[in-house]
């Protein structure tokens, strides 16, 4: 995307609830994927308040996607994931 193009787009910032609601993952894995360095952090939008840029949650769920479609499903949980599912397979 163009820097023109990025500079027209409206951010959009998404709290809690509606992450969890586009990504259909529980609050406790949403940190964990955050402190292990797998999902964008939020922003502070007051002392009290934070959200996540929307732009960004898409972005990490196309990122899934493509890991899909590239047959690295269990790549983003971890080696030891990957492992154990790799050796379950026939």
């Known amino acids: 995307m163009s820097p023109t193009t990025e500079a027209k787009k409206t951010l959009s ?3 809690l609830p509606a992450v969890r609601a586009k990504t259909q993952l529980p609050t406790s894995t949403i940190y964990a994927m955050m402190a292990a360095g797998r999902f964008p952090k939020p922003i502070a939008l007051s002392s009290n308040t934070r959200g996540w840029i929307e732009a960004e949650v898409d972005e990490f769920l196309q990122a899934r996607i493509a890991e899909r479609d590239a047959g690295n499903t269990w790549r983003f ?10 050796g379950a397979k026939p």
């Open 13 to 15: 910032v998404l709290r």
């Open 77 to 86: 949980l971890g080696e030891a994931a990957a492992r154990v599912v790799e």
